[in-house]
């Protein structure tokens, strides 16, 4: 079994950045692809961001040219950068892999406000 715990969220001000991280029990080289869900207030979960072992990605839309997905596979971790934080981009951000089994991290709280 794997699991996954995410950090890095937090308060930040629009447009301000964020980094988080979401690290594995063990290795993540047969979960593939790896990525990020997030879930506003009242909203459904949406899919942000994906990574496959080999670094292929793809972003939601409203992630794209803001949100930066990737793994480092040694350290057993995938990240999101994200920059130009923008108010709706407050969710609880959920780190996900496709495996044996489906992966689910417990989420951690962006709150981006002024």
């Known amino acids: 079994q794997v699991q996954l715990v995410e950090s890095g969220g937090g308060l930040v001000q629009p447009g301000g950045s964020l980094r988080l991280s979401c690290v594995a029990s063990?290795?993540?080289?047969?979960?593939?692809?790896m990525g990020w869900y997030r879930q506003a207030l009242g909203k459904e979960r949406e899919l942000v961001a994906t990574?496959?072992?080999?670094?292929?990605?793809t972003y939601a839309d409203s992630a794209e040219g803001r949100f930066t997905i990737s793994r480092d596979n040694a350290k057993n971790t995938v990240y999101l950068q994200m920059n130009s934080l923008k108010p709706e981009d407050a969710a609880v951000y959920y780190c996900?892999?496709?495996?044996?089994?489906?992966?689910w991290g417990q989420g951690t709280q962006v709150t981006v406000s002024s």
């Open positions: 996900t892999g496709w495996g044996t089994r489906r992966y």
């Open positions: 063990r290795s993540i080289l047969s979960i593939n692809p």
């Open positions: 990574i496959t072992s080999g670094g292929t990605t």
